[in-house]
């Protein structure tokens, strides 16, 4: 998914039309890049679950262009990630509808975090 699909996505939740909301289009890849590191740990959480080896935090990426991939789960993208931005978008215009989205968007990061199985060590076995 592109920076201008998440942000269309975003938009479709608050019901406005891409042409219609110029005025947060300013705003569009710096909340995009805020979205992304709040959903750092997660995307890396799914990584694990799934055998794959996490993100460093040298690796967090960080978008420029609106035509850029962003490298999340697709599940993260789809299904949590567009409300994250669209209450970001309107925190100064609607603060009502900011926090819906906001609630929203934290209940699906919830859902979308996955415990990650380690091996345990025993570190009283040698205490005497």
Known sequence: ????ELY??????????VQ????YNIFKIPIVNQIIAECFDI??????????????????PMMKKE??????DIR???????????????IDDDK????????????RKAKLSFAVPEEVVDVYSEVE
């Open 1 to 4: 998914m592109t920076v201008q």
């Open 8 to 17: 269309e996505a975003a938009l479709a939740l608050l019901s406005e039309q």
């Open 20 to 23: 219609r909301a110029k005025s």
């Open 43 to 60: 995307n890396n959480g799914i990584r694990a679950s799934e055998g794959l080896t996490p993100y460093t935090l040298a690796e967090m």
């Open 67 to 72: 035509e850029d991939v962003i490298p999340y």
């Open 76 to 90: 993260l993208l789809r299904i949590c990630m567009p409300y994250g931005v669209a209450s970001l978008l309107v």
């Open 96 to 107: 009502s509808k900011a926090s819906v989205f906001s609630e929203e968007y934290n209940q």
